[in-house]
């Protein structure tokens, strides 16, 4: 489980991640067309000042010096045109890059909000986190620093180069050698460093892990006056990363110095030759001096070739992974039934037009006239208006009975032979069969892992069944609009998480255009008010870090506050009691009998104390329910639920 | 500049390394300077004089310096990438260490996550900031100083113009460095709302998928995104004007060396050949400039990373230790005494977590300690092996100030089992051990007997079973039994049970207890929900609200404390049942020895 962070340094599908990473560049198109420009006109400018000091020289030589005044002054004027274009293009890149950054990091975000919850099962949260801080960053640095230096050190090559063969073809044969080797080695080299780094990468997901194991454990090491041999176990480990890190990074650094003796073996060579080849009167001594200085400066693009090689192919294996996960497979949800209220506390399931519920819930296309024109759902028959659901049954197209038009939300939800497995080929639950009959509560007793709450889990579709169906009111889940499902279910779940926020928007959450008063009520329910109303600024309060200032029970109270600020026609309690004592319990028991009042409940409980007038009990045991029935008929059974209840099993 | 001061001295034995590594960079730098030199005599002399021997010589010469620049490259290369990872070795290995002396007042100030980051992320930072700055950092002082000597050596006349040029880039520079420093700030603070967004919707994503506010969490981020973007685009827009700020400062001086310079060849008081050679040294100074501001800025980066390390190195441990000679060393028995205590987790916070607590417990007794949620019933027992201190007033064990105490032999004498227990990952047995490293395994396995740790431990592979990170792979029964045995272990004065068997059934529950019994000479306490966890105790401790509400046996209780009646009335239908099962389940409890024995 040792948390490994496999960040790759080398992109796997480079063209792909390229051609993503240019459809956002897009995003930004005549931003960058006009660096691109700007870039260009500053690099000529560049090359033509630096050339400049030729046509000045053979001026004065020729002993034209009243040229002097003009030659400087053009020179003056090319450069201020580089210095403007420079400073235009460097402003409108930083803008570009962030444009295109906003974007990514938006849609990134946009896209993990649609996972199903099975992603973030296996996924840990900093991974997640370090999408949006490394891998954004490096992609926002290479695109403010790559863009404009690639074509920069391009347009600075070929002009070199072109000048280059312009002086003299035959030395360029074998300065074009050279930079052929350099190119080779880096390869070669670049192919090389990819086993230290990966032992690197090792040594440092090792520390890694031991670093996060210990310090969420920091305070156990603390009472068990463990900090001495912690630091001896951590020395090993930081000792390892250090070596596996020292060789590659020195491998890595040894590219550099490898290149640059290439240069100048290269220098070297070119001066000989070019020397040999002036004695016989085959290049004339000026050419080949303006040729050397220009052979070095061929090679400095190279060395910023390799340098931004480098960077660009850590900044695409960091687009690499983000595009991985926006490409991921978000949840499904193609339902197309949709909830409406129609009143104060009722609301309605809406069948598509031309379509009806059938067996099993089923999604069944009907003779769209056989529905009448009272039942239709277009936006012109408002619900409201008709004064309650007009549901019509009408003979489908497959010659079934289907029900068609506005089903009322009561609350029933039904499994029919579920099969479940959070990985392929493990059932957690098999061929499961239960029914909540609208109003009922139902509960579910058992022990860790035996499938209480993933039961709950699919109702809502956090995750995806693999067999047999799930039906509310008569509707297969997947044919109901993901969003209207689970507006129809209030959850409080096993861990309340808050956000940044007033305890007051924390409620709000439930019911995000709640008022004052609403939010009062709802915290009044839940027996949460008293305490609120002693914290230092009461129901504006700031929360801060996940809740750090309220104790567990608090929490929980909130979140109960917050599901009937929400006021859902079907309930979901996930152990919403069990951090709240006895005590307490008692005290919000009133306010939670009046939530749940008429509605479906499924609760999980931890004590089996809160459960016993739930109108029906299923006790689970590997997946299966061994047991169900009322408080007093498994009591008399003598079995499972018994045991449990005597304490004579542990429950957790 | 002194956060920089402080990394420098994190270096170590590997100073050595850096100055070896930099005098390298400095020759390899120097001979990149030779070369031209070189280059000249080869047309000067060479071709001038049809002179073949010194094409040659001089030739073999510029090979001679590559070589020797490609060793001093890969001796550099060596040097470098020891110094920083060396370096980032030995901030790790502080920091560490660092937060091993942290009380649970300073661990409770930082994230589990955030610590984490500050031991590797901002490391790693750290260390790429140093092995990519390294040769730059040298090279451009080396280059800007021998380009200004070779320059002023050349012609003085010419240089001068340098020295109007370079103080005005400098001015120019230090204001925009003045200008994005605080900018660098404001753009980490939104760079950190950004990631508290992030990080708090994907904590409570099933919270935001149950109530289908996808939307809602857009908004919020699609603000912090595009407050961020404002920044780094006020930020980084201001950053990069040193670019043309550094182009017009070069061309400028490009332009008036050639505008002198000509005029100078004009008047006779210069050659061709110098001021093509002089413009070529303004190119290099130039340059040399632009790695310098380059190396600032790769510095700036990592600074943050710097001051989050440096945070974590100049934190107080809140714990003030006796002095060494002067620290009791020995607990001599097991009696608690609490007068007049205040606690409050935060000198800031509004309200005591304990207020006037007076209390005396004997040595050897059994204390049960009730009381709703947030009724201070932790904090009360953390204040005993000193994992906070008390606000005011003193907290005594064996009638001595627990600040009197060395903390380790204070903490070896009170064992105490964790409400948020953590495994580690390894075998039983290695964890088992952290609660005496020279235990035996019979040793081990009493202590199991003793916590009921026994009847599981063949089915996950007995004192070899291994354990997942956390302690993955044990039921939370079976996690809380173990980390009971693993206090055991370290036959403790004074033990205490924070709410640690709430996932074990009560009839294993009950068999602790009175396994417990058995041990003389040690104090309990178990804090508990169940009031049959704590009914038979010695003593009742009923907290409320931070306060003492009521002290007294069970039947005491029962009869006078209205908050005890309250809680014995919740769970008094279960309590009676689970009475007359303990009853039926007295034999194998009382016999636990001969069941263990099977």
Known sequence: MAAKTTARARPKNLRHTLARLLAYMGHAKISLAVVAVLVSISAVANLVGTYMVRPVVNALEQGHAEQLPALCAFTAGVYALGVLSALGYTQTMVRAAQKVVYDIRRDLFSHIQRLPLSYFDRTRTGDVMSFFTNDVDTVAEALNNSFANLIQASIQMVGTMVVLFILNWQLTLITVACDLIIALYIKYSGSRSGRFFAKQQNALGALDGYVEEMVSGQKVVKVFNHEAANVAEFFERNDELRAAGTSAQAYAATMVPATVCIGYANYAIVAVVGALLAINGMVDVGALASYVVFVRQAAMPINQFTQLGNFLLNALAGAERLFGAMELEPEVDAGTVTLERTGERSWAWKVPDGMGIGAYGKLVAQDASACSEAVRGGEDVPARASGACATETVRGADGTMLACGRIPLRGDVRFHDVDFGYVPGHLVLENLNLFAKPGQKIAFVGSTGAGKTTITNLINRFYEIDGGEITYDGIDVRNIAKSDLRRSLGIVLQDTHLFTGTIADNIRFGKLDATDEEVRAAAEAACADSFIRRLPEGYDTMVTSDGANLSQGQRQLLAIARVAVADPPVLILDEATSSIDTRTEKLIERGMDRIMEGRTTFMIAHRLSTVRNADAIMVLEHGKIIERGTHEQLLALHGEYWQLYQGLKELD | ?598
């Open chain 2, 1 to 598: 500049m002194s956060d920089l001061k402080r990394l420098l001295s994190y270096l170590g034995s590997y100073r050595r390394d850096a100055v070896l590594g930099a005098i390298a960079v400095a020759l390899e730098t120097s001979i990149e300077l030779i070369i031209p030199l070189l280059m000249a005599r080869i047309i000067d002399e060479g071709i001038v004089q049809r002179d073949f021997r010194i094409i040659f010589s001089q030739g073999a010469l510029m090979l001679v310096c590559a070589l020797a620049s490609l060793g001093l490259g890969l001796a550099y290369a060596r040097f470098a990438a020891r110094v920083a990872m060396g370096l980032g070795a030995n901030l790790r290995q502080a920091e560490y260490e660092k937060i091993q002396t942290f009380a649970f007042g300073n661990i409770d100030r930082y994230q589990t996550s955030s610590l984490v980051t500050r031991l590797t992320t901002d490391i790693t930072v750290i260390q790429n900031a140093i092995s990519s700055g390294f040769r730059p950092m040298v090279r451009g002082p080396v280059i800007l100083l021998m380009g200004l000597f070779y320059a002023c050596s050349m012609n003085m006349e010419l240089a001068g113009v340098f020295f109007v040029v370079l103080p005005a880039l400098g001015i120019a520079l230090g204001l925009i460095t003045w200008r994005v420093l605080p900018l660098y700030r404001t753009l980490q603070e939104s760079m950190d709302d950004l990631n508290g967004a992030v990080q708090e919707d994907l904590t409570a994503m099933r919270a935001v998928k149950a109530y289908v506010r996808e939307d809602h969490e857009r908004n919020v981020f699609a603000r912090v995104n595009g407050a961020l973007a404002g920044r780094s685009t006020r930020t980084f827009s201001t950053a990069v004007l040193n670019l043309p700020v550094h182009q017009l400062s070069m061309y400028t001086t490009a332009t008036l060396v050639l505008w002198i310079g000509g005029n100078m060849i004009i008047a006779g008081r210069l050659t061709v050949g110098e001021l093509t050679s002089f413009m070529s040294y303004v190119l290099q100074i130039m340059n040399s400039l632009m790695m310098i501001s380059n190396v600032f800025l790769l510095l700036t980066r990592a600074l943050t990373s710097v001051r989050r390390v440096g945070e974590v190195l100049d934190e107080e441990p809140e714990l003030a230790l006796p002095a060494p000679e002067e620290a009791l060393r020995e607990v001599p028995d097991g009696s608690i005494e609490f007068r007049q205590v205040d606690f409050k987790y935060r000198a800031d916070a509004a309200a005591n977590v304990l207020e006037g607590v007076d209390l005396f417990i004997p040595a050897g007794s059994t204390v049960g300690i009730l009381g709703g949620t947030g009724s201070g019933k932790s904090s009360l027992v953390q204040l005993i092996c000193r994992l906070y201190d008390p606000s005011a007033g003193s907290v005594l064990v064996g009638g001595a100030d627990v600040r009197s105490y060395d903390v380790a032999a204070l903490r070896d004498a009170v064992g105490i089992v964790l409400q948020n227990n953590v495994l580690f990952s390894g075998t039983i047995r290695e964890n088992l051990k952290w609660g005496n490293p020279d235990a035996t395994d019979e040793e081990l396995l009493a202590a199991c007997k003793l916590a009921c740790a026994d009847e599981f431990l063949d089915r996950i592979g007995g004192l070899d079973g291994e354990l997942g990170q956390g302690g993955a792979g044990v039921s939370g029964g079976q996690k809380q039994r173990l980390c009971i045995a693993r206090t055991l272990l370290k036959h403790p004065r004074i033990m205490i049970f924070d709410d640690s068997t709430s996932a074990v059934d009560m009839a294993t529950d009950a068999k602790i207890r009175a396994n417990l019994t058995t041990l003389v000479d040690v104090t309990c306490l178990i804090i508990a929900q169940r009031i049959t966890s704590v009914m038979d105790a010695d003593l009742i401790v009923v907290l409320d609200d931070g306060r003492i509400h009521a002290l007294g046996t069970h039947d005491e209780l029962l009869a006078g404390d209205s908050i005890y009646q309250e809680i014995y009335a919740s769970q008094m239908e279960r309590a009676q049942e689970a009475t007359a099962a303990g009853g039926a389940l007295g034999a194998p409890a009382g016999k636990g020895g001969e069941r263990d024995g099977r």
